[in-house]
């Protein structure tokens, strides 16, 4: 059954485009079919980290307003065959953004590819809004610093009030993909440990991505991590984040310590 996912955040800057296209892209791997959609109407940056910006001819715009259809402005990754991004408007304004042709876009989506993967600008403003409207599950995006897990906070209580699945009273499965983390750091203090985090969200723990050079090359070479180096620890902690989406149930680890924390933090459901 297709599954429609958002990866969200209040904050910008924490690494939810680079998470977008990484998920994605270890997804397809596995061999999953994948379209991912930028929701970040007049900045579009889904398309550079994935090396595709100079292919983008029609975007999610011109899809909902009928100027063309998906199959013109699907782009097809070159690398894994079953990835595929739909590019947001790099001219247009968020108001072009409707619900009605949002819903009839996601619609179709779902009836092409067994994930629809919807990465949300940052915030609480339309775009993010209509990005979570229509998903069956979300990845609440956050680095381990108090403004952003607040943030985060405020996005997981959008989550519960704002979307189809809030309205129709039913439960939206949402996860915790910690990201930029640096264990050194959270020992000395300079940033928020991962229980910290989880004691403050109290959601799943989806997975702990560590700081690392290595995802900063993969955007700047317009690669997701999991193709560009798929041995780094970030490619690593991706692709092990893409099969727990999957259902399988595997060990988490905070980069540089051994401790499990599966049955502490991944079992976790929201009081």
Not at 246 to 259: C, F, S, Y
Request: one cysteine or more; aromatic letters at 4%; a neutral charge.
């Amino acid at each position: 059954m297709s599954q429609v996912l958002v990866v969200t955040s209040g904050k910008g800057g924490v690494g939810k485009t680079t998470s977008t296209a990484a998920l994605g892209a270890a997804l397809a791997q596995e061999g999953q079919s994948v379209a991912v959609v930028d929701f970040d109407v007049g900045l579009r940056n889904l398309d550079l980290v994935l090396g595709a910006e100079r292919r983008v001819v029609y975007d999610l715009i011109n899809v909902i307003q009928g100027q063309a259809n998906l199959n013109q402005a699907l782009i097809r990754d070159k690398r894994v065959e079953t990835l595929y991004l739909l590019p947001a408007s790099q001219t247009r304004d968020k108001d072009a953004l409707t619900d009605e042709g949002v819903a009839r876009v996601i619609a179709e989506l779902r009836e092409r590819f067994d994930w629809v993967i919807c990465d949300s600008p940052a915030g609480i403003e339309r775009g993010a809004f209509l990005a979570m409207r229509h998903a069956d599950l979300a990845v609440i995006v956050t680095n381990p610093e108090v403004s952003s897990v607040r943030d985060s906070d405020r996005i997981i209580g959008m989550l519960d009030s704002k979307t189809e699945k809030a309205e129709r009273g039913q439960w939206m499965d949402k996860y915790l993909l910690i990201t930029r983390y640096d264990h050194a750091r959270a020992q000395r203090g300079d940033m928020l440990k991962t229980e910290d985090v989880l004691e403050i969200l109290s959601i799943p723990l989806l997975g702990i991505i560590p700081e690392s050079q290595d995802v900063l090359r993969a955007s700047n070479v317009g690669s997701p991590v999991t193709i560009n180096n798929p041995n780094s620890l970030p490619a690593k902690a991706y692709a092990e984040a893409a099969r727990r989406l999957r259902g399988e149930a595997l060990d988490i680890t905070i980069p540089r310590e051994k401790r499990n924390l599966l049955g502490m933090l991944f079992g976790r459901r929201a009081a």
